[in-house]
């Protein structure tokens, strides 16, 4: 069976604070892929970066990194300097190359940025 | 561009009331999704379509819901009757190339069943 564990249910932060998102996972398939995406309050889902599990190289695109390892089945997203604007739900999800592509999500982490 | 559009935003309906919830897709998108999300369940992905021909709907709750992709640009999902437990953010999502590929979501429709 397929799983994704967002344990942090809700995070607060004040503005220019960095935050790290938690995502760990657990799945038999041997290729899978990994993604994040980010729900403001406007409701949208917008995606913010896919992975696949033969590439652990970490990315860093402007503030946001995300650290792949695959030893300990995590996937964690981090937010530097953080701003207002990133306030949002933040779901992580995992789809398996024997599932198809039934993509299954994280329960999600709530961010608060303070002013 | 216009991104996923869905119809209606909203939707109030009463027990026992067929609904139908609508989706278009971005142009050239091959792949299109129905999620369903719920403070209790959270996102969970109810079927999806390859060039309009389902391809896994062992998301789909019950018998009462049936979802339809008569061509490239339109899919509906229906649920009749409808039951307050079905109350619900419904999301439509399109992707292209691969079900590999990122998925852009429409905004949503907030379905309240009374």
């Known amino acids: 069976a397929q799983k994704v564990t967002q344990a942090q249910t809700e995070i607060s932060v004040v503005e220019k604070e960095d935050v790290t998102l938690d995502c760990v996972y657990e799945t038999r398939d041997t290729t899978y892929y990994l993604f994040w995406y980010k729900q403001p309050p406007s409701g949208e889902l917008v995606f913010l970066i896919r992975r696949n599990s033969f590439d652990e190289q970490n990315e860093i695109s402007g503030r946001y990194s995300w650290n792949f390892q695959k030893s300990t089945s995590s996937f964690n997203f981090t937010i530097t300097a953080s701003q207002v604007v990133d306030s949002a739900v933040y779901f992580c999800a995992l789809m398996g190359n024997t599932g198809g592509f039934k993509t299954i999500f994280g329960a999600g982490t709530r961010l608060f940025v303070k002013a | 561009d ?30 299109l999704f ?9 996102l969970e992905l109810l079927i999806y379509f390859n060039n309009n021909v389902p391809i896994d709907d062992s998301g789909m709750p019950e018998d009462r819901f049936s979802a339809k992709m ?18 619900a953010v419904y999301f439509c999502a399109s992707s292209i190339g691969t079900g590999l590929n990122e998925q852009f979501f429409g905004p949503g429709t907030r379905l309240t069943v009374l």
């Open chain 2, 34 to 42: 129905w999620y369903r999300q719920t403070m209790m369940r959270g």
């Open chain 2, 2 to 31: 216009a991104g996923v559009i869905q119809s209606p935003r909203h939707e109030v309906t009463e027990m026992g009331q067929e609904v139908t919830l609508r989706c278009k897709p971005i142009s050239g998108h091959d792949y």
């Open chain 2, 70 to 87: 008569p061509n490239a640009s339109f899919s509906t999902l229906k649920i009749q009757p409808s039951e307050p437990r079905d109350s």
